[in-house]
């Protein structure tokens, strides 16, 4: 008698698990906000994919639970029945899935280009590099005039300048180092090329819903475009957040993986992203203490 | 229960599991947790071999067999390593008190045996050390070690090792004091810590708020002085003839007079800012006469031979081609391959002059500022190091002075 409760203790589990789903959202367990471009595609597929798969698993669990609960304790003096299974219902259960799977395959594929196709990605506004390293995140911004140009040559011929492709290569003696910073502004179609000076590492910005790996020997260009902003300017002039969207390495790198957090810097106009480059380009030249 | 008698004792071993691994580490730190005796060895005069390679991950170079020239049969020794062990062992009891007296224990960590007004300067009080001495378990202590050691589990691991604090010397620092004197200003160990060292395994830590890294500095400081402290006293102790060797009864004197001492250095430090001179007005000027001063000697204007400062003996091609050395520590460094644009202390104008002005404490890198015939040379280095990484540029001072040779590439 007692081993029915077996089938008790597996529908309560799964219960409460469903039921996790349900409150998540409410209780801030859900997804981080959204301030991307392509963070909505991104979404969508979530959900879609969460239902589809949602739907399947309480099918599946519930008829498993019936099964523990009705097959339970029954005695042990009734032979077993073999049964050549049923070709028809293996037929239909193997063909379904496989036809959602090609079409969340067909349906993912816009999304996926949106994010990551080259040809896809819209000319920037602004460009900078990332070098990922043992546990930090190196950027390297060039300054204003040079950017500048590229931008404008970029728009122009639709097509990656040799100017910004060489700068990727090779550093510029004027270019402004940052650490764990990702400084860009509200609308602006964000690029950078991201490297790493040792081992793999993982750029994740959940916020943007972007993650693209750093491949150790490999320059990746990576782009996105932020929806919201989140820096404001306190009284002293120092950029303050109202708002933390983290960097974080998703790939594991070493014992300080867990500790490789940088922050995402959405400025609110040009204007306000242009008086912190240059702010940062003085402090990187001081000739006073 | 649910199921048989097994079944339930492993549902209840697991629940009792999940209490043990959910219920945090941190609050039940040990109270008599002690810092532990310094048993590696004591480099106490710098090595002047040459290092035949750096030492393999998983090691460190100096237990006594791997260091060149233990030289200890003699007395009083005459050798560049001490082996604490070789040490009284009533002293070291004695000192192991008196340590405990005067800097307490990780979890309750002080710094005894100073004036208010010391302590207050340096922001040692207690509240400030035990709070930078639970951050530091947190964040610092698995490459640092315990006691500042720089012998933490990932210590053999990363290469560069990290910095043992017990020496009381730290590369970085903008104070003019004379070397041997000479520590960092609490600005130079806050910039460490918000932009970490490049091309080392030392992370930034600018996510950590303002007051987080001011409560670390003062732990590493406590940690400094504490090593420092004991370090001396053993060196001081090996020194001494056989027939003078200090008894367990002067420990706890001649602990405060060492405490004295080195807080005195503390203090100084912030006050003795290198200010740079004004910065030149002639850029590729100066860089071409920053090339001139980084070689050994060069012909001015008027074809008379000058001595240069002759950088360029250590950073041999510019650093393409550079030697090992064996640093004070006794662990093993190369001078900067400054044609990489990696800068450990800092890369903006003003760290550079630092370094050259009054070199890097511990790493065989010279204080430069009596070697330049002026100060402003020390911007010529600068200026010139600031293209060096950049063939374009290199390429632009040839063009500007197409009847000079340079040797750079």
Not at chain 1, 146 to 169: V, Y
Not at chain 1, 226 to 253: F, H, I, M, P, Y
Request: hydrophobic content about 40%.
């Amino acid at each position: 008698m007692h081993q029915k409760w077996w089938s008790v203790l597996f529908g309560v589990v799964m219960a409460a698990a469903a039921l996790l789903f349900v409150v998540a959202p409410f209780a801030g367990w859900w997804l981080p906000k959204n301030v991307s471009s392509y963070g909505p595609g991104v979404d969508n597929l979530f959900y879609l994919i969460l239902a589809i798969t949602g739907f399947f698993f309480i099918l599946t669990e519930a008829v498993l639970v019936y099964c523990l609960y009705k097959f339970a304790d029954r005695p042990a003096d009734t032979k077993a029945q073999y049964i050549h299974g049923n070709h028809k219902l293996e037929m239909f259960w193997t063909a379904i899935p496989a036809a959602i799977l090609l079409l969340i395959a067909l349906l993912q594929i816009k999304t996926w280009e949106d994010i990551k196709y080259r040809s896809k990605m819209p000319d920037p506004d602004v460009v900078f590099e990332v070098s990922a390293r043992q546990f930090e995140w190196r950027v390297r911004y060039p300054v204003p005039h040079t950017m500048a140009g590229w931008t404008a040559d970029w728009k122009r011929d639709n097509a990656e300048p040799a100017g910004a492709k060489s700068w990727a290569k090779q550093p510029h003696s004027d270019d402004i180092h940052v650490v764990n910073e990702i400084h860009t502004w509200k609308g602006a179609n964000t690029r950078f090329y991201l490297t790493t000076r040792d081992v793999l590492h993982s750029f994740y910005l959940p916020n943007l819903r972007l993650k693209q790996d750093a491949v150790p020997g490999k320059r990746i260009p990576v782009w996105f475009r932020a929806t919201e902003s989140n820096v404001e300017r306190d009284a002293n002039g120092q950029w303050k957040l109202t708002d933390e969207w983290d960097l974080v390495c998703a790939e594991l790198c070493g014992w300080g993986h867990y500790k490789m957090i940088g922050r995402l810097y959405v400025h609110k106009d040009k204007a306000d992203y242009d008086a912190w480059l240059e702010q940062a380009q003085k402090d990187q030249d001081r000739k006073q203490p | 229960m649910i199921a048989s008698p097994s079944a339930n004792k492993g549902i209840i071993a697991l629940a009792l599991a999940a209490v043990v691994l959910f219920s945090g580490c941190e609050e039940n730190y040990n109270e008599n947790q002690v810092y532990p005796e310094r048993s590696d060895p004591l480099v106490v005069e710098q090595f002047e071999s040459s290092p035949v390679r750096i030492d393999p991950p998983g090691l460190f170079p100096n237990t006594l067999a791997e260091l060149p020239n233990p030289k200890e049969a003699e007395s009083p020794p005459t050798g560049k390593v001490v082996d604490p062990s070789k040490v009284d062992r009533g002293y070291r009891d004695a000192m192991g008190k008196a340590l405990e007296k005067y800097f307490g224990r990780p979890l309750h960590p002080l710094v005894g045996g100073i004036e208010d007004s010391e302590r207050d300067a340096l922001k040692l009080d207690k509240e400030t050390l035990a709070e930078g001495s639970r951050l530091y378990r947190l964040h610092c202590l698995h490459c640092h070690g315990l006691s500042g050691n720089g012998r933490g589990p990932t210590a053999p691991w990363v290469n560069p090792h990290p910095r043992d604090y017990r020496q009381g010397i730290f590369k970085f620092s903008s104070s003019s004091q004379p070397s041997g004197s000479r520590k960092p200003r609490r600005d130079d160990l806050l910039r460490t810590l918000k932009q970490g060292i490049e091309g080392t395994s030392m992370p930034s830590f600018a996510l950590q708020s303002e007051k987080e890294l001011d409560q670390l500095v003062s732990y590493v400081i406590h940690l400094s002085i504490r090593g420092q402290v004991e370090y001396e006293m053993l060196k001081e102790w090996n020194k001494a003839s056989s027939k003078e060797k200090p008894k367990p009864g002067d420990v706890d004197d001649g602990m405060k007079e060492w405490i004295t001492l080195i807080i005195g250095m503390w203090k100084g430090a912030d006050a003795a800012l290198i200010t740079p001179e004004a910065f030149p007005e002639d850029l590729w000027g100066s860089i071409k006469h920053g090339y001139e001063v980084f070689q050994a000697n060069y012909k001015d204007d008027k074809g008379t031979m000058q001595a240069g400062v002759g950088c360029i003996s250590c950073h041999i091609d510019y650093g393409r081609a550079n030697n090992l050395k064996y640093d004070a520590w006794g662990t093993i460094v190369r001078p900067l391959d400054l044609t990489q644009g990696v800068y450990r202390g800092g890369r903006r104008p003003v760290d550079l002059y630092w370094r050259i002005h009054s070199g890097i404490n511990g790493a065989q890198m010279p204080a430069s500022n009596n070697a330049v015939k002026t100060q402003k040379e020390i911007w010529d280095l600068v200026n010139f190091l600031q293209i060096l990484p950049y063939p374009k540029m290199r390429a632009e001072l040839r063009e500007k002075y197409k009847d000079y040779t340079f040797e750079m590439d």
